[in-house]
């Protein structure tokens, strides 16, 4: 906790969730850690990360809309997968997508980020080696996350509250993945007349079966392009 409330103590408010990822890292017994906001599985927003197999794992399971980050944020509690290696998650499109794209990662645990009651998002912690947390790993995992979460809270949540433009570091990556496919899939709803859900559904569906990313499909659509398995122009 005292690594936690020291993040947020610099003035760089734009790197804040990057420094509590890398708090959460130096506090727990993990080698990677991400944040992100997740109201419901259409509607999530990473905020940082530390470490190309975090954000791999949030790409992963935003493109999927499956894994332990969306049932930790669903469930609000703790989804662990000590050893993948024993015991294989079992999310049918997320755990072979992460396996081809970050095979090195060992185990995954995903924590909900609350206040009281009300879950508004995660941290997941990656390790590139097994480890099953003890009862005291997981007591300071609780107590840390609940100061990241009211440190999210504090000075994270407003930014939506006001629809600012978001702050957080590294920018162009959060907005590549998670700003461009939310706006192509606005376009897309208005196209089919069809929900937003609906339309990040069928996009999900569209990326699964082309085997393309999802920014890389949004991009095609805010451009004016039919999706396609090649990216044509």
């Known amino acids: 906790m005292r690594l936690v409330h020291a993040a947020a103590r610099k003035r760089d408010r734009a790197r804040l969730p990057q420094r509590l990822c890398a708090a959460l890292c130096r506090g727990l017994p993990v080698e990677e850690v991400s944040l992100c906001l997740s109201t419901s599985p259409t509607s999530q927003q990473v905020l940082g990360t530390c470490g190309a197999a975090a954000l791999c794992l949030e790409e992963v399971q935003f493109e999927t809309g499956e894994g332990p980050g969306t049932d930790a944020a669903t469930t609000g509690r703790p989804v662990l997968y000590p050893d993948l290696r024993t015991q294989p998650m079992p999310y049918p499109f997320f755990a072979p997508r992460l396996q081809e794209e970050a095979a090195h990662v060992a185990a995954v645990y995903a924590f909900p980020l609350s206040l ?116 044509d122009d």
Request: charged share 15%; net charge negative; proline share 6%.
């Open 116 to 231: 009281g009651t009300h879950t508004f998002g995660t941290a997941q912690c990656v390790r590139f080696d097994p480890l099953c947390l003890n009862a005291l790993a997981l007591a300071q995992a609780a107590a840390a996350m609940d100061a990241a979460a009211g440190l999210v809270a504090d000075f994270c949540l407003p930014h939506f509250a006001a629809d600012d433009t978001l702050p957080w570091e590294p920018a162009e990556t959060i907005d590549a993945h998670w700003g461009t496919t939310y706006r192509a899939t606005g376009v897309l709803a208005g196209i089919l007349d069809t929900s937003v859900a609906d339309a990040l559904a069928r996009l999900r569906a569209l990326a699964f079966a082309t085997g393309r990313p999802l920014p890389a499909l949004a991009h095609d659509i805010l451009h004016n392009r039919r999706p396609t398995a090649g990216g």
